[in-house]
């Protein structure tokens, strides 16, 4: 299959490895504005050749989106006004309202699936892309009922093939969803890098004292900010929801904390390992799931 990858780091990288080594993408061309990631991922074998926008899908069959999510909507137009018929349009993008909103009224907007596969690392460029990134990871589909049943089938086989486990999502469910689940966790990081990183200032053996938990906990804030202030913004409104409420619990730890109220504080930890069943129900994943229209 003819496949087109526009964005070659991460995401789009790691999709075009496996398709590739499985056979679904037999030719792969990438679109890359980014000069040095461009040559590297030619040097690394993701794609045959990197392209402008308009030679990559003009005979495509499959052309994937894997950009930040403030860029996706302009692009998707203009590639939804380039391809013909039998040209399938999937996106990946950790946001979907704004996306699935600027082209609801495109002639071929059956021709398009907007997908969210939920995986990631805190790397970025084609450097960070490896087979199996997706392997038992979760995928969204939202407003499967406006995708045509020829676009859903070849979303299955990649997605299938991918090894993901495929659900349905209304995009604002979705959008507000990843804003407690994923956005929260990444600003939440960040933030505390930055809240250390200002301590260190002063106190130049802070870092000696940081242990495996601690980097575990900031893991997230080595993540780009190139992509994910553009899903902050665009996720504004959920996010800022999030906020308060994780704002709110903070600051009730806190009044706990200095009213050394030790039994509250083990009352508040203790509800909050409940969480521990449901990530150990989450390693427990399903196989990929066969989407049908």
């Known amino acids: 299959m003819r496949t087109t990858v526009i964005g070659l780091g991460l995401i789009g990288g790691s999709m075009a490895i496996d398709l590739r080594k499985a056979g679904v993408a037999t030719a792969l061309t990438g679109v890359e504005l980014n000069p040095e990631n461009a040559a590297r991922a030619v040097d690394l074998g993701l794609v045959d050749e990197v392209s402008s926008l308009e ?6 069959e499959l052309i994937i989106t894997a950009i930040p999510v403030n860029a996706i909507r302009s692009v998707l137009l203009k590639v939804l006004d380039l391809i013909g018929d039998n040209t399938i349009v999937v996106d990946t993008g950790s946001t979907k309202s704004q996306i699935c909103k600027a082209i609801e009224k495109h002639p071929r907007r059956a021709q398009f699936i907007a997908a969210h596969p939920i995986a990631g690392t805190e790397n970025s460029g084609p450097d960070a892309a490896f087979s199996g990134l997706f392997r038992n ?57 930055q809240t250390v990183l200002d301590i260190e200032q002063d106190e130049k053996n802070i870092f000696n004292l940081a242990g495996s938990g601690f ?28 906020l308060l409420e994780y704002i709110m619990h903070l600051q009730r730890f806190q009044y706990h904390l200095m009213k050394r109220d030790t039994k509250e504080l083990h009352r508040i930890m203790t509800r909050a390992n409940q969480i521990r069943k449901t990530l150990d129900g989450i390693e427990l994943k399903q196989k990929p799931t066969v989407i049908e229209k």
């Open 137 to 193: 990871k979760t995928n969204i589909i939202c407003e499967q009922e406006k995708s045509s049943a020829k676009a859903l089938k070849l979303a299955a086989q990649i997605f299938e093939t991918l090894g993901l486990r495929t659900i349905f999502m209304d995009p604002v469910e979705h959008d507000k969803h990843v804003a407690y689940v994923s956005h929260l966790s990444h600003v939440s990081a960040f933030l505390l890098g």
């Open 55 to 60: 030679d990559a899908v003009s005979n495509a």
């Open 215 to 242: 980097a575990s906990t900031v893991r997230l804030a080595k993540s780009s900010p190139d992509m994910w202030a553009p899903i902050f913004e665009q996720n504004a409104e959920y996010l800022s929801q999030a």
